[in-house]
């Protein structure tokens, strides 16, 4: 199981830090990725870390802004997120997939692509 943590509301310029904790588990052999859903609008890819954490991927919209990084031993992943703008106002949900190959866009950025997701938490952005 996932279970996502870390959100809240902040002011546009701030920065939060969620983190995405499994149980049960040998996380290491999995890719993780976290997508968010906005009001109204589909979820969408923000970012994914290779499974031993020397690959990441981003979305254009978040690039430079945002950093996904794990910590095998401890069964974590995180997602700093700087200069947060109103934007970025979403619930935030890690997936995890052991057989995705992450190197191919459809399948990094896939919703389909991930066989387990976190509950979701929420970020709300003020301008």
């Known amino acids: 199981q996932l279970q996502a943590s870390g959100g809240g509301l902040v002011q546009a310029g701030g920065s939060l830090r969620l983190s995405c904790a499994a149980s049960?588990?040998?996380?290491?052999?999995?890719?993780v990725a976290w997508f968010r859903q906005a009001p109204g609008k589909e979820r969408e890819f923000v970012t994914v870390?290779?499974?031993?954490?020397?690959?990441?991927f981003v979305a254009d919209s978040v690039k430079g802004r945002f950093t996904i990084s794990r910590d095998n031993a401890k069964n974590m992943v995180y997602l700093q997120m700087n200069s947060l703008k109103p934007e970025d106002t979403a619930v935030y949900y890690c997936?995890?997939?052991?057989?995705?190959?992450?190197?191919?866009?459809?399948?990094?950025?896939?919703?389909?692509?991930?066989?387990?997701w976190g509950q979701g938490t929420q970020v709300t952005v003020s301008s």
């Open positions: 997936a995890a997939d052991r057989e995705n190959q992450i190197l191919a866009k459809r399948n990094r950025e896939g919703i389909h692509k991930y066989e387990l």
């Open positions: 870390v290779s499974r031993s954490g020397g690959s990441t």
């Open positions: 049960g588990r040998t996380f290491s052999t999995y890719v």
